[in-house]
T-cell receptor
Framework: GNSVTQMEGPVTLSEEAFLTINCTYTATGYPSLFWYVQYPGEGLQLLLKATKADDKGSNKGFEATYRKETTSFHLEKGSVQVSDSAVYFC????????????FGRGTSLIVHP | DAGITQSPRHKVTETGTPVTLRCHQTENHRYMYWYRQDPGHGLRLIHYSYGVKDTDKGEVSDGYSVSRSKTEDFLLTLESATSSQTSVYFCAINSRDTLNTEAFFGQGTRLTVV
């Protein structure tokens, strides 16, 4: 079946530091890949997505590239802000299991001033 | 924002009582999902629906049942609540049968079973 593995947190950074959150996946065929963000007390919301190999998704300074050869979709940001503190979820939607979204366990990011 | 509403937002209930959580959408999306979120486990799928009266189990369905009598409403019932079902519950919706559409989430229901 489909699965997503992402690095465990929490990830603690100082403001303006570089961020990488690793994500790898297992799926048959060609899934679509997503990063969601969850702020305290809220539901998940889409941060970015990529729907085919070598696509780059980007939003709010965050980027992730769909690498089929390494089955990865790592999230990066060049300079984090305190307001980026949240939980980040990597996810995929594939052809197996009625297109059910499959999520990683989430990575908490804490950014200090 | 996608029109998806969960109710109630918070609930405290006693062990052994039945509890029903409601998810209501105004997007006419086909797919609806119930997840629970617990520390260290991320999001785990409880049940999902792919149409009116069409539902199926997820990975943690024991102790839960669902119903979908209308496109817009997806109900999650804890038949006899236990302390292990204390969690934050999220409803999500997805449109169509294409892979590139993202899920939209409700704000969550925080359930405490005492």
């Amino acid at each position: 079946g489909n699965s997503v593995t992402q690095m465990e947190g929490p990830v603690t950074l100082s403001e303006e530091a570089f961020l990488t959150i690793n994500c790898t996946y297992t799926a048959t065929g060609y899934p679509s890949l997503f990063w969601y963000v969850q702020y305290p007390g809220e539901g998940l919301q889409l941060l970015l997505k990529a729907t085919k190999a070598d696509d780059k998704g980007s939003n709010k300074g965050f980027e992730a590239t769909y690498r089929k050869e390494t089955t990865s979709f790592h999230l990066e940001k060049g300079s984090v802000q305190v307001s980026d503190s949240a939980v980040y979820f990597c996810a995929l939607r594939g052809t197996g299991g009625s297109y059910i979204p499959t999520f990683g366990r989430g990575t908490s990011l804490i950014v200090h001033p | 924002d996608a029109g998806i509403t969960q109710s109630p937002r918070h609930k405290v209930t006693e062990t052994g009582t039945p509890v029903t959580l409601r998810c209501h959408q105004t997007e006419n999306h086909r797919y609806m999902y119930w997840y629970r979120q617990d520390p260290g486990h991320g999001l785990r799928l409880i049940h999902y629906s792919y149409g009116v009266k069409d539902t199926d189990k997820g990975e943690v369905s024991d102790g839960y049942s669902v119903s979908r009598s209308k496109t817009e409403d997806f109900l999650l019932t804890l038949e006899s609540a236990t302390s292990s079902q204390t969690s934050v519950y999220f409803c999500a919706i997805n449109s169509r049968d294409t892979l590139n559409t993202e899920a939209f989430f409700g704000q969550g229901t925080r359930l405490t079973v005492v």
